[in-house]
């Protein structure tokens, strides 16, 4: 079959046995079986592992031995979608990817133009080089920015804020989402536009040429030429992340999370970790089948989207 | 019309652009201003952007404080253990996946994407982690996610559009091996995408603080995240003063405050100094990333 396919335009009319092929290319296999191993050792051993969501897991039995759970093997899941935390936490989830999504990648777009028609090349290359520089920035020290800078009392921006207006950012939960977003926005936007800069760069410059001869000023050929160009590329962008909705990262949440925001903030996989690795009674078989969930669904969207890629530009990416 | 319309669409574009460089720039500013203020200032919030009462005392304190140190070193050699195996497991995955003739070329493809859609999760991972022993250790960090899929696939994207095919079957026909041709004509050609992918998994192990905070126990192994965790989001700060001194108390909580700015510099200075240098490779590597096999 694949001896007749594309690929093999080199080799046919002298297409060797496999173990031919093995025996002068043995080092190609040599090569590529460390990588393999440890996928097979620490993605997929972990993949078996998720029977655990389908079990009673105790400690001294191990997966294997521990006894299946109630339910026909369903209890946790049961126990979570009927558990009052299950809506709030798919809510923030949602409300969290969605938000920055639809928040985040404007924002690129936003930037990539501007550094785009900034004709001042010294103040273009400034302007992009700071850019990046929130992205280097860890969690931790990320979050214990926020934390100093919108503090109501010694924080330069939440003092303003509370004495002005009586807004306390941190301790006020349904500013939380924002928060993240933005603060996000701040760190990411950088690199997100990084994709769209060369996205502009393949514009046809014919085109403008043409357009401008054509009498059409500036915001024209920006809205007609360069914005069509860079549709595809946020479409795509925008349904591979859709792929990645409930994969939230949990990093930084845990890192913001506190008693006043818990309730905007508590996410699945953040919950997934507090009922088994925080809890004083970890309950790992739970916590797994929480994972589970989300990683499913990932998975779904991920392949429906695929789909959907595919259907729109012909280049799926499987 | 059109002209003076245009004009003043460059213009406000330039005004655009210096707010975001101003917004982007503000905080950072304002946190090296920070750590150069004294401890009153700090907390009754009188530094907005400029240092108030020039001090050099949180970095006196950064420095005698001596868990920073012992994370410091263990993120560097967490970082650099952790990458070197990374960037070795990655390129011997990408080149034979990068070579037209390599027979299961498919299969081993679908079994490292796979691993980008599904994954055990938190305690599945965890649990694996026990069984192989390799809790509180070093191990536990720089192994599970050693062989990233996306990484895979940008240095296969990168070998493929760079190394000539007739290179390698010239290089064939002259009895050199695949891993000869490799080390010798691959590796040499491919210093963007090493640059890169090594900038990314650095800033990934440098930053990262989830698995060392579920797998390390003993403080002596802690990696600075987890002690920037403690002493920036917990405020457990330990400097080693006991007394009931009211002043003394007092002091040591502007100290601790002090500590604080002067830590975030202290860290996040090393991969500010190395970013620039791998800057013009950024867009190269984000490109050849979005264009997926």
Known sequence: MAGKSKDTKIQVGHRKSFGQYFRAHWQLYAMIAPPIIMLLIFAYAPMYGVILAFKDYKVS?????????????????????????????????????????????????????????????????????????????????????????FDNRSGAIGSFLFNRFGINVLGNASLFSSLYVWSGVWQGVGFGAIIYIAALAGVDQEQHEAAIIDGATLLQRIWYVDIPAIIPTAVIMLILNMGGTLNIGYEKILAMQNQNNVAMSEVISTYAYKVSLVSTFPDFSYSTAISLFQSLVGLILILVTNKIVDKLSGQGFM | ??????????????????????????????????????????????????????????????????????????????????????????????????????????????????????????????????????????????????????????????????????????????????????????????????????????????????????????????????????????????????????????????LGEMLKYGTIIVSTLPLMIVYPFVQKYFVKGVMIGSVKG
């Open chain 1, 61 to 149: 039995l191990g997966i294997w031995n521990s006894p299946w759970a109630d339910e026909h093997g369903l209890k946790n899941f049961i126990r979570f979608f009927s558990n009052y935390n299950f809506k709030e936490c798919l809510r923030n989830t949602i409300v969290l990817s969605v938000y920055s999504m639809l928040v985040s990648m404007p924002c690129s777009i936003i930037l990539a133009l501007s550094l785009n028609y900034a004709k001042n090349l010294a103040f273009k290359k400034t302007v992009q080089m700071v850019s990046y520089c929130p992205y280097f920035i860890s969690t931790i020290v990320f979050v214990g920015i926020i934390n100093m800078i």
């Open chain 2, 1 to 254: 019309m059109k002209i003076t319309q245009d004009k003043l669409v460059y213009f406000i574009n330039y005004v655009l652009l210096t707010v975001f460089l101003i917004i982007v720039l503000y905080p950072i500013i304002y946190i090296i201003s920070c750590s150069f203020s004294s401890g009153d200032a700090l907390m009754s919030g009188k530094v907005k952007l400029f240092p108030v009462a020039v001090t050099l005392q949180s970095y006196r304190a950064v420095f005698k404080y001596q868990s920073i140190w012992v994370g410091y070193r263990n993120s560097f050699i967490y970082a650099i253990v952790g990458t070197v195996i990374s960037m070795v497991l990655t390129l011997f995955a990408a080149y034979p996946l990068s070579r037209d003739d390599f027979r299961g070329k498919k299969i081993f493809t679908v079994i490292i994407l796979f691993t980008m859609m599904f994954s055990g999760g938190l305690i599945p991972t965890y649990l694996l982690i026990k069984n192989l022993n390799l809790m509180n250790t070093m191990w536990a960090i720089v192994l599970p996610g050693a062989v990233s899929a996306y990484n895979v696939i940008v240095a296969r994207t990168f070998f493929d559009n760079t190394i000539p095919k007739e290179l390698q079957e010239a290089a064939e026909m002259d009895g050199c091996s695949d891993f000869k041709f490799f080390l010798k004509i691959v590796i040499p050609l491919s210093a963007p995408i090493i640059a890169v992918l090594s900038l990314w998994v650095i800033v990934g192990l440098w930053n990262s603080y989830f698995a060392p905070m579920i797998y390390l126990d003993s403080q002596e192994k802690y990696p600075l995240q987890l002690v920037l965790r403690r002493i920036l989001l917990l405020s457990q700060i330990n400097l080693n003063q006991t007394s009931i001194d009211p002043e003394v108390i007092r002091k040591n909580q502007y």
